[in-house]
């Protein structure tokens, strides 16, 4: 514990612990729309920012912030028009961001390999004040989007159509989820790295649903797993020295784990006890 006596260490866990509240808290939108990938396609385009930024000298967080949510956006307005299946909008989605992020990346300056590495599966000890601030910024939006919009967000999953007849805004409410989910994934990127932001999104909730029956608290619960495996991720992987993003993910998905043993012998348990058969009192009729 004496590593958090250092000041990088005691950023990485703020930013860790920032982003195991508000990506559950986004990802429960998320799986129950069955859209629990689209991080992952996100964070392809969330690359070709990283590009951008190595190429122009300007931050990498910044603009892969408004290339994300510039293609989340796209992505949204192409599935609404049913021009193009969800599927085959998010494979275009990946393709061309993991092309265009690793030219640009390569065109840069800086150290191409290394910078490349550190996007991808994060580096939270290379974040720097300025990036816990954009971090903070960011997280705290998302995380009171999905708070106060959370009736209105849990009828468009639930039924868009239904939504839709309610007289809810649901494109507004769409590309809400978009956006909110861009910049998840871009603030995320230095936490658990592009392509393991997702499990973060997805394992907390899927979790979380192993315990709880209601929204409101498998989302309570979601919230929980993922700020725990956040922050014993930063903690475990410093003492251990290993990368903080796949860290976390394995603590998550090790809390999968526990909770659905956990549910199978609760399930076992009762299948297992007799069900008591009580006798209705006698009924009394008054003269």
């Not at 909110?180 to 649903?209: D, E, F, H, K, N």
């Not at 020295?241 to 860290?247: E, F, N, S, Y």
Request: aromatic fraction near 4%.
């Amino acid at each position: 514990m004496d590593l958090l006596t250092y000041p990088f260490m005691l950023r990485a866990l703020a930013g860790a612990l920032i982003i195991g509240l508000a990506a559950p808290a986004l990802g429960i939108y998320l799986v129950q729309r069955r859209l629990s990938l689209i991080g992952d396609g996100i964070g392809h385009v969330a690359l070709t920012g990283v590009g951008v930024g190595l190429l122009t000298h300007r931050s990498p967080v910044l603009t892969a912030v408004v290339v994300s949510v510039i293609g989340a956006v796209a992505v949204e307005l192409v599935r609404e028009r049913g021009r193009t299946s969800g599927d085959l909008a998010l494979a275009l989605l990946f393709y061309g961001g993991i092309a265009g992020g690793v030219v640009l990346v390569g065109l840069s300056d800086d150290a191409g390999n290394a910078s490349l590495m550190q996007y991808l599966f994060g580096s939270l000890i290379t974040t720097s004040p300025q990036d816990i601030a954009v971090i903070a910024g960011l997280g705290s939006a998302v995380l009171a989007a999905m708070l106060v919009f959370r009736p209105a967000l849990f009828a468009l999953c639930n039924d868009e159509e239904y939504a839709r007849v309610s007289g809810l805004p649901v494109r507004t409410l769409n590309l809400l989820l978009a956006v909110t989910t861009a910049v998840t994934v871009t603030i995320a990127m230095r936490t658990v790295g592009l392509l393991l932001v997702s499990a973060l999104m997805v394992v907390p909730v899927a979790a979380a649903q192993q315990l709880t029956r209601g929204f409101r608290s498998t989302m309570a619960v979601a919230m929980l797993i993922g700020v725990c495996a956040a922050g014993a991720g930063v903690v475990l992987s410093g003492e251990i020295d290993t990368a903080p993003g796949a860290t976390t993910v394995l603590l998550a998905l090790a809390a999968f784990l526990l909770t659905t043993a956990a549910s199978a012998l609760r399930h076992r348990r009762r299948r297992a006890t007799p069900a008591t058969h009580v006798e209705p009192p006698d009924v009394v009729l008054n003269a």
